[in-house]
């Protein structure tokens, strides 16, 4: 499998993680120091968050590079701890260029009880999502995180962590973070549907075979 075919440069990099921060900020998707985001402008070259920053008011200069293995390469402050997991995403999955970790509330809410999301109510779940899956709890910022995520990161786009919060990644930062975004509006939807409304009409496998062959063939809904 080949690797990220297009890197962003190390400057729109830092730009970029800071934007789509404030931008999970804003969205309640992260609050206080939450979340961590990081994006590779190289073979062996990542650009990531600090720990103990808000992503709301975070700034270009507080970002870290680091290399593959985790050794710092520039900056003052301390990568996060669960650089960790975004590391084995990347392992994982050679076509990643971005990851997002966040704690948006409807998503994280179907995480600590359990539930996966299945993407049989609408069309966009199932060409932008798939099935979300829920990975065992691990301890935060420990090596039990990776392995916890490990076997879900190369067949999915995004994952539920339980009792955690959510994980999504992408081709690039942009990506990754529309797949947080579309997380969060499917777990509400499935929330109201499922669980307050308690009537829906899932769509069946024949109507979503069909969705998944149309993305197959590049066309767009």
């Known amino acids: 499998m080949s690797g990220v075919s297009n890197y962003m440069t190390e400057q729109e990099a830092r730009k970029t993680i800071c934007e ?3 931008r999970l900020y804003s969205k309640n998707f992260v ?15 990542i650009i990531c968050t600090p720990t103990g920053v808000s992503k709301g008011v975070m700034t270009e200069d507080m970002l870290v590079k680091i290399r593959m293995n985790g050794e710092i390469v520039e900056g003052s402050l301390t990568p996060s701890s669960e650089i960790k997991m ?7 999955n050679k076509q990643v260029g971005s990851v997002v970790h966040a704690h948006p509330p409807v ?11 299945q993407p049989n109510l609408l069309p966009e779940a199932v060409i932008l999502l798939g099935t979300v899956h829920v990975a065992p709890y691990a301890t935060p910022g420990t090596d039990e995180v990776s392995e916890a ?9 995004a994952l539920l962590m339980a009792n955690h919060g959510a994980l999504t990644w992408g081709k690039d930062i942009y990506e ?20 307050t409304i308690r009537h829906f009409n899932p769509l069946t496998n024949l109507e979503m075979s069909k969705l998944i062959k149309r993305a197959e063939d590049g066309r767009k809904l």
Do not use: W
């Open 107 to 117: 998503a994280t809410a179907f995480a600590v009880a359990g539930l996966e999301l």
């Open 149 to 157: 995520i490990a076997p879900y990161v190369e067949n999915s786009k």
């Open 86 to 92: 975004h590391l084995r995403v990347y392992r994982e």
């Open 31 to 45: 609050a206080a120091n939450d979340g961590n985001l990081s994006v590779k402008t190289g073979e062996d070259e």
């Open 176 to 195: 990754a973070f529309y797949r947080m975004e579309s997380l969060e509006h499917y777990a509400r939807i499935s929330m109201y549907a499922k669980y």
């Open 20 to 22: 789509i921060g404030k």
